[in-house]
């Protein structure tokens, strides 16, 4: 037969079914209406020997079946009639039996059966005893599923059940459960009996068809979940022990996940709490095929639901060990089933966890012990490949951060780290941005080195390049976003401890370090940050201890700025090796500024030496060096640490680096800066009047020559912005009173710059700022006061 | 019928009552021509009382040579057909030779008759009872009126009643045992039992129980036997596997059985077998066949 006619043929079979029922059940009313009830039985047993076919699939049985269904359901009511066809219910019983087709004959006897019980001349379980029993003379899959199902159908609401009417003298649930089962495990059997065993593309539409059928076996344990007299003593000892006998019998996948997942769904949660130890006892001895990972997991998951529900139910779960029996059963599990894919090891650790989490959230050593136990089994294998196992390793990972919000509390799992170790590199990356965005979104401080160890432990894919990496498959960008993200996180490091924050900078410091040259300028400078903060912190601290006792200075606490310092030292040692000289130069002179404000005047000379040297050594380029050298001149001007002679020494290689500058505009630039540095506008500041003005005047002809040189080359004079900014420069100290910027020097330059400007119409910028600087003059002339006086002698 | 013994002109009317005719039981009878008449039923070792009616025709007389009536028991074998082998045969003379001229009763009386055989019909034989009124003459032919009865004996409950037990197989293919939960059964009996399949290696399709008669007939090399299917009654629907046990649950009252008849006066036997068949899906037919004894059960 071929598999494409297959369907057209069905149909055909399907629809001559039903005009045979439909043909039958015609006579078969005709005779109800006659109270004839030989005839009846006629017809209804031709009309029933249309379920005989074996032509059809069990979608389309069912339909068959269905139609055979409605019209017994007429019978039945003739059945109850005594009156109609005046024969007893007892002989009735007989009677039916006496049709010599087996099929027919017991869709009767059920009907009757059913009749039988309602009457109540003989107990239920009677006929429900013998109801069972002769159904195995279908042994046919499809049509004894489909009478068993019948028999389940019409006896659902007659069982001797605690409190029916049906109920017997004494132990009579038993009875309703015995039937029950027994009809359960031979549908089950027949089911199983279906497994077909040929060529894979048919056997996966036979797969499929008796997929269809699941239904029907599971609605018996929908019954046994119902029927009010199963309490647990009695599921513990009969219900549960007979259906996992029956499921792991059976030995067929589809069945066996079918099922284990019907006794959970159906029976309540606080039955399998009780009988953890039986169920789970099952899952070891089902086939290595069964999807038990799954089964597994939604156990756990209604477990746990259970567990929300109410505070009360909690006791029950460490009363029976849940956790305990749980976990013993996934080892077994895993152990029994070699074959398991690793994904599903994980997937199960994975709700083992999630059950963890939301029945004992207070117990981290069971969080602990699920990590521990995943690590094991994937100890000692090749990193994973598999995308699904790694999905699930990082829903392992992500479970107790998200549980807790707070990273601090998965630092103290010392497996947590380990189940890292098993991710491969860009995984582990992207699970240790979740740790720092975690980090980060709860706003959460690591405050002891111990943890901020571990921490990096954790994050070390971050940190430094990993085995097997190389530098030029990293997309610069997630890089960036990497590093940066590392920065944050130096910043969450925190302790308001200085003692414990010493330790916590040192673990950063060495774990940065091995982090190589395209990290370091990334997390070197946060780094820094902290730790200037910290001494930033620390000097406070020192002044109001001052403040409070007088004289009375902590011991360790100033020498702890000056560990830190040298820490820093190396640090940015570091990061200049590695090609980085401007940022080094930077956070020299910021250490130089924090030293300064320590009063740790050696250190931060030694900074500013280290900058220099930087500047004269790395510092190739002529715009870094412009930059770099203003930021000498800033921090310098701002630094009142030193004493003559090294401030001498540091303003003297500022101003000679300045003049050494390669454009002239640019040395022009850094020399008038320089005159800053002699010229501090502050209470204790010097103020060395002579050595501005020759710094200015340098200025001035460094800008001459300047002209000059354009003159020369392009055969004209050049812009006069030098000039002017020189000339401002002019009115800034003579407004802060220096004596030797005389009011004859500033017009001297103002004659200067017009005579200039006359010669050269073209630039309309410095013209503009000309303009606004004699403005500004003739604005303090007119303002009058103090500083109008000294104006008004300046002409213009 | 009227019209035919018009023709012959019957000089008179013969009938044969029975004296309990009103109370006794009757039972459905086939005659030779496909009729079926109720007659009253007998069993053995009972008094077969009555009285036979002559009435002539009006006006006429009646010359006989004696009166009389037999009770016969008689066996007809078909291959033999119309000699008639009397086992049993009493008579009772009820009128010395003289003339009748008006209606006249006999009565008759056989006490305590002996009919240790049942009434039977089947394929190849006949056993029946009738009495037989005779009323001889002489030079035209004598006239001859039967009356069929039926007899039917009981048997007490037999002391002994084994249950049918067997395991049967065919090497590594098929291996069953059956059960039947007695070896005899009386005629409203159910058979109780079951099959339980020790090793299933063929594809079974269905399994069904037979009941079947088997009436030998003559003996030596005369001997005839003719058997039927009197019931075929499905057991299993489909295939089992190893282990499982089907269900026997037969009621007899369906079916027309007869008792086992043994060696009936050396003529005839019946015995009836239960059939055990499994079919497999190319319809190859597996059967164990199993004597019987079926007996009446006095109600």
């Known amino acids: ?796 | 019928m009227n019209f035919i013994v018009g023709a012959f002109k019957p000089p008179c009317i013969v009938s044969i009552s029975f004296a309990d005719g009103r109370t006794r039981k009757q039972v459905p009878l086939k005659k030779e021509n496909g009729h079926t008449v109720m007659v009253p039923l007998f069993q053995s070792q009972e008094n077969i009382v009555g009285e036979v009616l002559i009435e002539p025709i009006h006006g006429k007389k009646l010359e006989h040579t004696g009166v009389k009536i037999e009770l016969l028991g008689q066996i007809e074998l078909y291959f033999d057909r119309g000699n008639f082998y009397d086992f049993t045969s009493l008579v009772r003379e009820l009128d010395v030779p003289g003339e009748l001229y008006e209606k006249k009763t006999y009565p008759f009386e056989f006490s305590t008759v002996e009919m240790p055989y049942e009434s039977y019909n089947g394929v190849n034989v006949r056993l029946r009872y009738i009495l037989k009124v005779t009323i001889s003459r002489n030079y035209v032919s004598n006239i001859v009126e039967h009356q069929d009865f039926v007899v039917q004996n009981y048997t007490p409950l037999p002391s002994i009643n084994n249950s049918i037990k067997m395991e049967v197989g065919i090497e590594d293919c098929l291996h069953i045992e059956f059960e039947y939960n007695k070896s005899k059964y009386h005629l409203k009996d159910v058979i109780l039992g079951k099959i339980y399949f020790l090793l299933v290696r063929i594809k079974i399709k269905n399994m069904e129980l037979e009941i079947r008669r088997r009436e030998s007939t003559g003996s030596g090399p005369n001997t005839y036997v003719e058997t039927e299917t009197l019931a075929k009654f499905e057991l299993m629907d489909g295939g089992p596997v190893r282990g499982e046990s089907i269900p026997v649950r037969l009621f007899l009252s369906p079916y027309e059985l007869t008792p086992t008849y043994r060696n009936i006066n050396n003529k005839f036997s019946v015995k009836y077998y239960l059939n055990l068949v499994l079919v497999d899906e190319e319809d190859r037919r597996y059967f164990k066949q199993q004597e019987i004894t079926v007996y009446r059960l006095e109600t």
């Open chain 1, 1 to 796: 037969m071929l598999v494409g006619n297959g369907i057209e043929d069905e149909e055909k079979w399907l629809a001559e079914g039903i005009a045979g029922i439909q043909h039958h059940a015609f006579y078969m009313h005709r005779a109800l209406d006659a109270n004839n009830l030989r005839e009846t039985l006629k017809y209804s047993a031709q009309m029933l020997s249309e379920l005989r076919t074996s032509k059809l699939s069990p979608h389309k049985y069912y339909e068959l079946y269905m139609r055979a269904f409605d019209e017994l359901r007429k019978l039945e009511m003739f059945f109850k009639e005594e009156s109609k066809h005046g024969v007893s219910i007892v002989d009735l019983y007989e009677l039916v039996q006496h049709a010599g087709n087996i099929l027919p004959r017991l869709y009767l006897l059920c009907t009757v059966g059913s009749v039988y019980i309602k009457s109540k001349e003989a107990p239920a379980r009677d006929v429900l005893k013998d109801l069972v029993e002769m159904c195995r003379g279908v042994q046919h899959p499809i049509r004894g599923l489909f009478l068993r199902s019948y028999l389940a159908q019409v006896s659902r609401d007659k069982l001797p059940d605690l409190g029916s009417e049906y109920e017997g003298d004494a132990d009579t649930v038993v009875d309703a459960v015995d039937f029950v089962l027994q009809n359960f495990t031979e549908m089950n059997k027949l089911w199983v009996r279906m497994h077909y065993q040929g060529p894979g593309q048919i056997r996966e539409k036979r797969e499929k068809e008796r997929s269809e059928l699941r239904d029907l076996v599971g609605k018996n344990l929908h019954v046994l979940g119902q029927i009010e007299g199963v309490d647990l003593e009695m599921y513990k000892g009969t219900v549960l022990p007979r259906v996992l006998e029956q499921v792991v019998n059976c030995k067929d996948e589809l069945a066996q996940y079918y099922l284990m997942d019907c006794i959970i769904q159906v029976f309540p949660d606080e039955y399998h709490l009780q009988t953890l130890e039986t169920l789970l006892g099952a899952f070891p001895q089902l086939q290595p095929t069964v999807d038990i990972k799954t089964v597994l997991s939604r156990l756990m998951d209604r477990l746990s639901n259970y567990a929300a529900s109410s505070i009360e139910v909690l006791p029950e779960f460490l009363q029976v060990e849940a956790f305990a029996k749980l976990s013993n059963a996934i080892g077994r599990v895993i152990e029994t089933q070699v074959d398991m894919p690793i994904v599903g090891v994980i997937a199960l650790y994975v709700s083992l966890l999630t059950f963890t989490l939301r029945v004992h959230p207070e117990r981290l050593d069971y969080v602990d012990q699920v990590l521990g136990a995943c690590v094991k089994k994937l100890s000692g294998k090749p990193k994973l490949e598999d995308n699904r196992a790694t999905k699930q390793v990082v829903a392992l990972l992500t479970a107790p951060l998200e549980k807790y919000n707070d990273i601090v509390t998965a630092l103290t799992l010392s497996n947590y780290p380990r189940v890292m170790d098993c991710l491969d590199n860009g995984t582990n990356k992207a699970m240790a941005m979740v740790i720092i965005q975690s980090i980060m979104n709860n706003n959460t401080c690591i405050s002891t080195a111990d943890k901020v160890e571990v921490l990096f432990e954790l994050i070390k894919g971050l940190i430094k390049d990993l085995d097997g990496t190389s530098v030029d498959e990293l997309d610069e960008e997630d890089f960036k976003d990497e590093q940066n993200s590392v920065a944050r996180l130096i910043h969450m490091l925190y302790n308001d401890d200085p003692e414990e924050m010493l330790k916590i900078i040192y673990t950063v410091k060495k774990h940065i370090m091995s982090g190589g040259p395209q990290r370091l300028p990334f997390t070197v400078p946060p780094l820094i940050f902290s730790a200037l903060r910290y001494v930033g912190y620390g000097l406070q601290l020192v002044r109001r201890l001052q403040c409070q006792d007088g004289d009375v200075v902590g011991e360790e606490v100033p020498a702890t700025p000056k560990q830190i310092f040298q820490l820093l030292n190396q640090t940015i040692d570091a990061l200049s090796s590695v090609s980085s000289p401007e940022l080094a130069l930077r956070l020299y002179l910021q250490c130089a500024e924090a030293a300064g404000a320590c009063d740790l005047e050696p250190i931060a000379y030694e900074f500013f030496t280290q900058a220099f040297v930087l500047y004269e050594e790395e510092i190739a380029d002529s715009k870094a060096q412009v930059t770099a050298i203003h930021l000498i001149i800033g921090t310098l001007q701002r630094m009142n640490v030193f004493g003559v002679e090294n401030r001498d020494t540091l303003t003297h290689k500022a101003t000679g680096y300045s003049a050494k500058l390669l454009k002239k505009p640019d040395q022009c630039r850094a020399v008038y800066a320089c005159s800053h540095l002699f010229w501090v506008d502050d209470q204790d500041g010097i103020k060395d009047g002579e050595r501005v003005l020759l710094c200015l005047k340098r200025a001035l002809r460094i800008a001459n020559a300047a002209q000059q040189m354009i003159a020369v080359t392009r055969g004209r004079s050049g812009p006069v912005t030098l000039f002017v900014e020189i000339l401002n420069k002019y009115l800034y100290f003579f407004e802060k009173g220096n004596p030797q910027i005389t009011t004859d020097a500033i017009g001297g330059l103002v004659e200067l710059i017009t005579t200039e400007m006359q010669s050269d119409s073209t630039t309309v910028a410095s013209d503009a700022f000309f303009s606004s600087t004699v403005r500004y003059i003739q604005f303090q002339k007119e303002k009058g006061g103090a500083l109008g006086e000294k104006y008004a002698s300046i002409k213009v």
